[in-house]
């Protein structure tokens, strides 16, 4: 079974426990920045061909958010969360470990490099609330990095068939804006 992760992105009382970036890199960019004794490359341009990959970055992973990001895996669901609504959706290919002093957003960033990257399909992107009827998958309130109980997950699962389905349908990122959850 595939996990389901949902990430805050979120600051809660004024202060980021972490911050995520995400971007879409162009492939050869991202590899004039990371050491080339990472052996990840080859598998970034099968899973990229076209050169563009899509990595989401983490900088001052605290304990809080490691425990979570070690349990992730290819496959997993990973659904970005902000003011209950799921901003995205995207479904982990690769993830690696740094830090990676070299990685250099194009806007920069205040706190150094990034900690911990991992790699996506092409995120479904926009605001989706969480209504009521989702309740069965999923919750309330969502902090840091959070794995969606299993329970959940099955739930999911039993009534989708997969996790793709889930997204496509439930959360209608096939549908257009308007008639997300009306």
């Not at 970036?21 to 590899?31: G, S, Y």
């Not at 958010?65 to 992730?72: D, I, L, R, S």
């Not at 840091?144 to 989708?160: F, P, Q």
């Amino acid at each position: 079974m595939s996990n389901v992760f949902i990430l805050a992105l979120d600051d809660r009382d004024g202060e980021r426990t972490a911050t995520v970036r995400d971007a879409a890199w162009e492939l050869e960019k991202l590899f004039s920045m990371i050491p080339a004794t990472m052996n990840f490359r080859e598998a970034l341009m099968q899973f990229y061909p076209r050169g563009i990959c899509y990595a989401w970055c983490l900088w001052n992973a605290g304990t809080g958010w490691k425990a979570p990001w070690h349990g992730m895996e290819e496959g997993d669901l990973v659904l970005g969360y902000s003011n209950r609504s799921i901003m995205y959706a995207a479904s982990i290919l690769l993830k690696a470990n740094g830090p990676f002093p070299a990685v250099n957003l194009p806007d920069g960033h205040p706190e150094g490099s990034p900690e911990l990257i991992w790699f996506t399909d092409k995120p479904h992107v926009g605001e989706v609330p969480i209504v009521p009827q989702m309740s069965r998958y999923l919750g309330g309130e969502y902090l840091g990095v959070t794995k969606l109980e299993d329970a959940n997950v099955r739930n999911i699962l039993s009534d989708y068939g997969s996790l793709d389905t889930f997204v496509h349908l439930c959360l209608r990122y096939d549908f257009p804006f308007s008639l997300r959850h009306s």
